[in-house]
């Protein structure tokens, strides 16, 4: 635990202006982004008498070794770099957001020749039209369907559109009247992108004027005694109106906005937003966050723009944003909010009438929310917290392993050996930290060494960036090559980030799992022997018995069946060996997908695909001559001289065994089949 005077800027140092200030802990790695009108007013708060601070907040400064600001000119400016650093840096003491899914939005792809109504999830495109965002896929798929029969656009994907056009055969949609089939012709490009944006406009809102002009087409239709339009025209209102009332209307004055609502306690708070869109409700979010901050209803709503409007542009950001209560001062968020989407953009919490009403709603959301993910979240944080618990006692640590990596070794038979690093932080897996190594000193199947080749690799970038960051205190050597002020660079040969901050590797763990027994961790030691770190605590599990192996015991640790804390030592360890096997199933895919036609210079995929559909198979390849290579379209005599000439050098593979029958299955042109099954040793 640092004490904050240690790192305490000296008088005078700290401007008084507008500006953003980060907190770094002792290993560089940035844990707290902020903003302040005065950075000299804002960073005092900081540094007062610890009992005086709020305890999140005394133990984010206990936890920091140093402070650093950048000035800006505008408040404004402030706002979007604390947003940008946020993001970058994912510091472990701002509120974040936890979205419990992927949103789907309808989407429609106006930037392709033939627009596509389709569901979609993850980041936003550009030119791509959304609507949204639902609660579930088939609300959206119930939507479109409704929509089809009035505005039949492509719903087809690329392939299915791609073949219809080639065989001159719609798909089903376009026989049932649900698709105009542009792919056949049956409507040009210009008419289906204008049906495209008609679509658009319908599902932005603007529903009024569309359906009273069908209205008045199905009595024209009426008079002029044309009673199968006039059906044909009363079915598609039916539908709009079926899909309309799927979004009531809760603003009668056709109003677009958004409404925030926050439900909080101590530890935790939800947020809840209603996209409102022409007056109706268009699509419902909501987030959950540990309030590992002391922040306020203000500051949480604050958090909640920068969440929501961060990355979107133009009539993504509303004309109105409703909250419950206003960020402090709220005159820079509204200028970036109306930056973000070029006009006026109105931030103000209900008073009175429908927008009043609708916010209370949104509010019994949040609490609703709230409740449900303290209900699924109570005996989970009491778990995690006995079995890291059980864990320290167990091994005979000094506190409770907060950051636990575990390491483990894959290969088939000794090839593609591979090794995997997973990482969990709090009990919970940290995949944005999980790396692949490929084992580089040796080859073949040697788990030990291997052990021992990863750990020391995985703990010399760590020292790297410890002494890339300023902890290194050992004299550089005397041969070490000189900086551009004559002193000896310690950092030369060393691999640098372009921004000069430890990234990868540059944090330890106080637990270091290995998966296997007596030997593997016995290697893991020795590795951190060699590179004389002794504060990290190693141990194995050992897949048979489920025994906890320590480093120079004879005994392994026997923990219960029933422990939670060998129930989270067994996920770590069955995590680890996931991510090794799909990483070696990845590089054994890849060899054995290559081709002898794949060293050929010239020879692209479109003339190895012509090749091996002529002669159907390798093996009838290999025995053609030049001159019946020459037959295929598209290959010279001077490629089919170089196609002969690598398949006569090439060694033919080992005919293929049917496990089932016993029966040697001949050269077909089909992928080989693998024999063995791939396993993690221990």
């Given at each position: 635990?640092?004490?904050?005077?240690?790192?305490?800027?000296?008088?005078?140092?700290?401007?008084?202006?507008?500006?953003?200030?980060?907190?770094?802990?002792?290993?560089?790695?940035?844990?707290?982004?902020?903003k302040?009108?005065?950075?000299?007013?804002?960073?005092?708060?900081y540094?007062?008498?610890?009992?005086?601070?709020?305890?999140?907040?005394?133990?984010?400064?206990?936890?920091?070794?140093?402070?650093?600001?950048?000035?800006?000119?505008?408040?404004?400016?402030?706002?979007?770099?604390?947003?940008?650093?946020?993001?970058?840096?994912?510091?472990?003491?701002?509120?974040?957001?936890r979205?419990?899914?992927?949103?789907?939005?309808?989407?429609?792809?106006?930037?392709?020749?033939?627009?596509?109504?389709?569901?979609?999830?993850?980041?936003?495109?550009k030119?791509?039209?959304?609507?949204?965002?639902?609660?579930?896929?088939?609300?959206?798929?119930?939507?479109?369907?409704?929509?089809?029969?009035?505005?039949?656009?492509?719903?087809?994907?690329?392939?299915?559109?791609?073949?219809?056009?080639?065989?001159?055969?719609?798909?089903?949609?376009?026989?049932?009247?649900?698709?105009?089939?542009?792919?056949?012709?049956?409507?040009?490009?210009?008419?289906?992108?204008?049906?495209?944006?008609?679509?658009?406009?319908?599902?932005?809102?603007r529903?009024?004027?569309?359906?009273?002009?069908?209205?008045?087409?199905?009595?024209?239709?009426?008079?002029?005694?044309?009673?199968?339009?006039?059906?044909?025209?009363?079915?598609?209102?039916?539908?709009?109106?079926?899909?309309?009332?799927?979004?009531?209307?809760?603003?009668?004055?056709?109003?677009?906005?958004?409404?925030?609502?926050v439900?909080?306690?101590?530890?935790?708070?939800?947020?809840?937003?209603?996209h409102?869109?022409?007056?109706?409700?268009?699509?419902?979010?909501?987030?959950?966050?540990?309030?590992?901050?002391?922040?306020?209803?203000?500051?949480?709503?604050?958090?909640?723009?920068?969440?929501?409007?961060?990355?979107?542009?133009?009539?993504?950001?509303?004309?109105?944003?409703?909250?419950?209560?206003?960020?402090?001062?709220?005159?820079?968020?509204?200028?970036?909010?109306?930056?973000?989407?070029?006009?006026?953009?109105?931030?103000?919490?209900?008073?009175?009438?429908?927008?009043?009403?609708?916010?209370?709603?949104?509010?019994?959301?949040?609490?609703?929310?709230?409740?449900?993910?303290?209900?699924?979240?109570?005996?989970?944080?009491?778990?995690?917290?006995?079995?890291?618990?059980?864990?320290?006692?167990a091994?005979?640590?000094?506190?409770?392993?907060?950051?636990?990596?575990?390491?483990?070794?894959?290969?088939?038979?000794?090839?593609?050996?591979?090794?995997?690093?997973?990482?969990?932080?709090?009990?919970?897996?940290?995949?944005?930290?999980?790396?692949?190594?490929?084992?580089?000193?040796?080859?073949?199947?040697?788990?030990?060494r291997?052990?021992?080749?990863?750990?020391?690799?995985?703990?010399?970038?760590?020292?790297?960036?410890?002494?890339?960051?300023?902890?290194?205190?050992e004299?550089?050597?005397?041969?070490?090559?000189?900086?551009?002020?004559?002193?000896?660079?310690?950092?030369?040969?060393?691999?640098?980030?372009?921004?000069?901050?430890?990234?990868?590797?540059?944090y330890?763990?106080?637990?270091?799992?290995?998966?296997?027994?007596?030997?593997?961790?016995?290697?893991?030691?020795?590795?951190l022997d060699?590179?004389?770190?002794?504060?990290?605590?190693?141990?194995?599990l050992?897949?048979?018995?489920?025994?906890?192996?320590?480093?120079?015991?004879?005994?392994?640790?026997?923990?219960?069946?029933?422990?939670?804390?060998?129930?989270?030592?067994?996920?770590?360890?069955?995590?680890?060996?996931?991510?090794a096997?799909?990483?070696?199933?990845?590089?054994r895919?890849?060899?054995?997908?290559?081709?002898?036609?794949?060293?050929?210079?010239?020879?692209?995929?479109?003339?190895?695909?012509?090749?091996?559909?002529?002669?159907?198979?390798?093996?009838r390849?290999?025995?053609?001559?030049?001159?019946?290579?020459?037959?295929?379209?598209?290959?010279?005599?001077?490629?089919?001289?170089?196609?002969?000439?690598?398949?006569?050098?090439?060694?033919?593979?080992?005919?293929?065994?049917?496990?089932?029958?016993?029966?040697?299955?001949?050269?077909d042109?089909?992928?080989?089949?693998?024999?063995?099954?791939?396993?993690?040793?221990?």
């Open positions: 635990m640092a004490d904050p005077s240690s790192y305490r800027p000296k008088p005078g140092q700290i401007p008084d202006s507008p500006g953003v200030y980060k907190f770094r802990d002792d290993h560089g790695r940035v844990i707290y982004v902020g302040a009108k005065s950075l000299r007013q804002r960073l005092a708060n540094f007062q008498d610890l009992a005086g601070l709020h305890p999140r907040t005394r133990t984010m400064v206990t936890t920091a070794a140093s402070v650093e600001w950048t000035v800006v000119s505008t408040e404004v400016e402030a706002l979007q770099l604390e947003y940008t650093w946020i993001k970058e840096f994912d510091p472990r003491f701002n509120v974040k957001y979205d419990d899914k992927s949103y789907p939005y309808l989407a429609v792809t106006l930037n392709e020749e033939f627009p596509r109504a389709q569901v979609m999830r993850g980041a936003k495109k030119g791509v039209r959304y609507f949204g965002p639902y609660g579930h896929a088939w609300a959206i798929r119930e939507t479109v369907d409704l929509m089809l029969r009035v505005f039949p656009v492509r719903t087809c994907s690329a392939g299915v559109f791609k073949r219809s056009a080639q065989i001159g055969r719609p798909c089903l949609l376009g026989y049932i009247g649900k698709c105009s089939a542009p792919c056949v012709g049956r409507i040009s490009a210009e008419d289906h992108r204008e049906l495209a944006e008609e679509f658009c406009d319908f599902m932005a809102g529903t009024g004027a569309y359906i009273r002009r069908l209205e008045h087409q199905m009595q024209d239709a009426a008079e002029e005694m044309e009673y199968e339009r006039a059906a044909r025209l009363r079915d598609d209102i039916g539908a709009l109106k079926r899909a309309m009332e799927k979004s009531a209307v809760v603003l009668a004055d056709a109003t677009d906005a958004d409404l925030i609502a439900a909080e306690d101590e530890l935790e708070a939800a947020v809840q937003i209603f409102v869109r022409g007056g109706r409700v268009r699509g419902q979010r909501g987030w959950v966050t540990d309030k590992v901050e002391a922040v306020t209803t203000a500051g949480l709503v604050e958090h909640a723009l920068q969440q929501l409007y961060g990355e979107e542009q133009g009539d993504a950001v509303p004309k109105e944003v409703l909250v419950p209560a206003l960020p402090e001062p709220v005159e820079p968020v509204q200028q970036w909010l109306s930056g973000r989407r070029g006009s006026q953009v109105s931030l103000r919490i209900p008073q009175r009438g429908d927008k009043k009403d609708l916010m209370a709603t949104v509010g019994r959301n949040a609490q609703q929310a709230l409740a449900l993910h303290k209900t699924k979240r109570a005996s989970d944080l009491t778990t995690r917290s006995r079995a890291l618990e059980e864990i320290a006692q091994l005979g640590l000094d506190s409770v392993p907060l950051r636990i990596e575990c390491f483990d070794i894959s290969h088939l038979q000794g090839e593609d050996v591979v090794a995997s690093m997973v990482v969990f932080e709090d009990g919970l897996a940290r995949k944005s930290e999980y790396r692949r190594f490929q084992i580089k000193t040796f080859e073949g199947q040697d788990d030990v291997s052990m021992h080749e990863v750990i020391g690799r995985r703990f010399k970038r760590y020292l790297q960036e410890k002494q890339k960051s300023g902890e290194w205190t004299e550089p050597p005397a041969d070490a090559p000189m900086d551009d002020n004559g002193t000896p660079d310690a950092m030369a040969g060393r691999p640098t980030d372009d921004d000069g901050r430890p990234k990868r590797f540059a330890p763990p106080q637990l270091v799992v290995v998966d296997g027994g007596a030997p593997q961790v016995a290697a893991a030691r020795r590795a060699e590179l004389g770190i002794d504060d990290v605590a190693v141990c194995g050992a897949k048979r018995l489920e025994e906890v192996w320590l480093p120079d015991e004879d005994d392994p640790v026997v923990l219960p069946r029933s422990s939670e804390g060998l129930y989270l030592l067994q996920r770590v360890r069955d995590e680890a060996h996931r991510f096997i799909a990483y070696q199933r990845s590089k895919g890849k060899r054995l997908k290559s081709s002898p036609l794949d060293a050929v210079a010239g020879l692209g995929d479109s003339r190895r695909q012509a090749l091996l559909k002529h002669f159907g198979s390798l093996k390849l290999r025995a053609a001559t030049i001159d019946e290579i020459c037959e295929v379209p598209g290959v010279g005599r001077k490629t089919a001289e170089t196609v002969a000439a690598a398949l006569a050098g090439a060694v033919p593979a080992a005919p293929a065994v049917n496990t089932a029958t016993g029966e040697i299955i001949e050269d042109g089909a992928p080989p089949v693998a024999l063995s099954a791939e396993r993690g040793q221990d």
